[in-house]
């Protein structure tokens, strides 16, 4: 059983930055492809940001590039989201997810793997 754990959610304030962090119980995420995702209020669940497995090649949504940055940290066995220039716009669940595989995807479905989701949100 994997289970996947999100952390480093809460309140700022527009401007401001928040690192989340997504570790597993039951597996490693070392070499697997991680993505993290977002539902705003009201809206869809939608992709943020990827980190392939092997080179940790990593991909954006359009509106964070620039301000998000995914990352891998094998000592530590976890994999996280560093988040600058926040908007309100960005306030909304976040979640991560895990493949078996290596490559990453921008579509939710192709996860094998999810958290619970952690809650960000920015204030004006």
């Known amino acids: 059983q994997v289970t996947l754990i999100e952390s480093g959610g809460g309140l700022v304030q527009a401007g401001g930055s928040l690192r989340l962090s997504c570790t597993a119980s039951?597996?490693?995420?070392?070499?697997?492809?991680v993505g993290w995702f977002r539902q705003p209020p009201g809206k869809e669940r939608e992709f943020v940001a990827a980190?392939?497995?092997?080179?940790?090649?990593?991909y954006y949504k359009d509106s964070v590039k620039g301000r998000f940055i995914i990352s891998r940290d094998k000592a530590e066995d976890t994999v996280y989201l560093q988040m600058n220039s926040l908007k309100p716009e960005d306030t909304a669940v976040y979640f991560c997810a895990a493949r078996r595989r290596i490559i990453a995807h921008i579509e939710a479905v192709n996860y094998d793997y999810w958290g619970q989701g952690t809650q960000v949100t920015v204030s004006p």
């Open positions: 980190i392939s497995g092997g080179l940790d090649n990593t």
């Open positions: 039951g597996s490693s995420l070392g070499s697997v492809a």
